[in-house]
């Protein structure tokens, strides 16, 4: 069973930037697709970005689609969100997410069987 730790979240302006990370362990990170979605106040949980086991295929929510970029680095068990152009529509807390079955890469949360703590993102408009 892998764990996850989430770590980048803070507060920024309009228009600024953040890197947000996730950290695994406890098992083979190489072999999970990985997500990140986000939750703001009163809202659903929502997709945001997927990237596969091997990093190269990418899946992204229109909403942050050319601001954002997933990535992963497996020889270090870690994955990232590098979010660009930020907006105040994109305060939320943000989570990682792990997805253990042999299957395309998706933005179905249900697919997914592990999660973070999740890390608040603040956009000060």
């Known amino acids: 069973q892998v764990q996850l730790v989430e770590s980048g979240g803070g507060l920024v302006q309009a228009g600024g930037s953040l890197r947000l990370s996730c950290a695994a362990s406890?098992?083979?990170?190489?072999?999970?697709?990985m997500g990140w979605f986000r939750q703001a106040p009163g809202m659903e949980r929502e997709f945001v970005s997927a990237?596969?086991?091997?990093?190269?295929?990418?899946l992204y929510a229109d909403s942050v689609k050319g601001r954002f970029t997933i990535s992963r680095d497996n020889a270090k068990n870690t994955m990232y969100l590098q979010m660009n152009s930020l907006k105040p529509e994109d305060t939320a807390v943000y989570y990682c997410a792990a997805a253990a079955k042999a299957m395309p890469i998706t933005n179905t949360r249900s697919q997914y069987d592990y999660w973070g703590q999740g890390t608040q993102v603040t956009v000060s408009s």
């Open positions: 990237i596969s086991r091997n990093g190269r295929n990418t």
């Open positions: 406890g098992g083979t990170f190489s072999n999970y697709n």
